[in-house]
């Protein structure tokens, strides 16, 4: 079946061609009376304008690159389809892609250039070299979503405060009178790790060690765990920088007969669900969307250069610690 053109509309509804454009564009001047025959016309004959040929007139496709950097865990998936539902809420059209897969970030960007998006949005911890230089360079507003914290990031961050979050846990573990404590990480480099060593260390008397594993796995957490336990001095309590991890670690305390969080307290990252009792600290993805999605939203309405924002993370203190 063919495709029905603005030409076909304009001839049944007995307007100029011009009508029906100035009808389907955002702000056209037309009158109530023209409106509705073109609107009649188009539902009969089925006709639906082609968004990226008026986005060449209007300088607006109304399409926003979602660009998922690195493989996706919960935040990130959880992040991707709230960004969807967001942008749809507004009128704005998603165009996903990945930055980090075959055949690369330059193939992604020019995905971005040849649909003319009106900005993009970066899902991830970490970005690939150069890419958000480039994007600049080709003047594409842009925002990066569940970033690391950096000095000068290449692009505006939104994303949670994991060093007021850790720096919270220190505390509340300082404060039940724990002060050999650990932690479980495969990503040592985190914020949320080199955050709770640094608070730790702050504090006279309490030390905190760090143990790294290959992978955020239960099993890697339950044998990393039991290893720190059979030491001569064993941790009064463990964080791990992911709940996967912590759920290992509440195995193997309890293979070991310890009581938690009495023996040892234990606090996750994530708020994956895997165990009500687990305590875990919980990222705010669905704010951190919703606040970059509004900032974005009022960019492209002329509201300025986007900017921006860390949001505070929420400590679920479950029943691991204390």
């Excluded at 001095?233 to 969080?261: N, T, Y």
Aim: net charge neutral; glycine share 10%.
């Amino acid at each position: 079946m063919a495709r029905v053109t603005a030409q076909q509309v304009a001839e049944s509804a007995g307007v100029s061609i011009s009508a029906v454009s100035r009808t389907f564009t955002e702000g056209g001047s037309v009158s109530p009376e023209t409106r509705a025959r073109v609107e009649a016309a188009a539902a009969k004959l089925g006709y639906r304008p082609n968004q990226l040929a008026r986005g060449l007139m209007t300088g607006r496709t109304r399409l926003v690159g979602v660009l998922l950097a690195g493989t996706p865990g919960a935040a990130e998936s959880l992040a991707l389809a709230r960004v969807v539902e967001g942008l749809q809420a507004h009128s704005l059209h998603p165009l996903v892609t990945r930055i980090d897969a075959t055949p690369g970030p330059a193939a992604a960007l020019d995905v971005l250039l040849q649909y003319q998006v009106d900005a993009a949005l970066i899902v991830g911890a970490e970005l690939p070299d150069g890419f958000a230089r480039d994007c600049q360079r080709a003047g594409i507003p842009a925002l990066h979503l569940l970033g690391r914290k950096a000095a000068r990031p290449a692009v505006p961050v939104v994303g949670a405060d994991e060093s007021a979050a850790s720096a919270a846990l220190v505390e509340k573990l300082v404060a039940g009178k724990r002060k050999r404590l650990a932690c479980i990480t495969d990503t040592p480099d985190a914020e949320r790790v080199t955050a709770f060593t640094e608070a730790a260390g702050a504090v006279k008397g309490v030390s905190a060690a760090v143990t790294t594993v290959e992978a955020a796995t239960v099993e890697a957490g339950r044998a990393a765990a039991a290893r720190l336990l059979a030491a001569g001095k064993a941790p009064q309590a463990l964080f791990c920088s992911d709940d996967r991890l912590a759920l290992g670690a509440l195995a193997a305390c309890r293979e070991a007969g310890l009581d938690v969080p009495g023996a040892v307290a234990i606090a996750g990252w994530g708020a994956l669900g895997l165990d009500p009792a687990l305590a875990t600290v919980k990222p705010p993805v669905e704010a951190i969307v919703d606040d970059a999605i509004g900032r974005l939203v009022a960019t492209l309405a002329g509201g300025g250069k986007l900017a921006g924002k860390r949001l505070q993370c929420e400590l679920l203190p479950g029943a691991t610690l204390g």
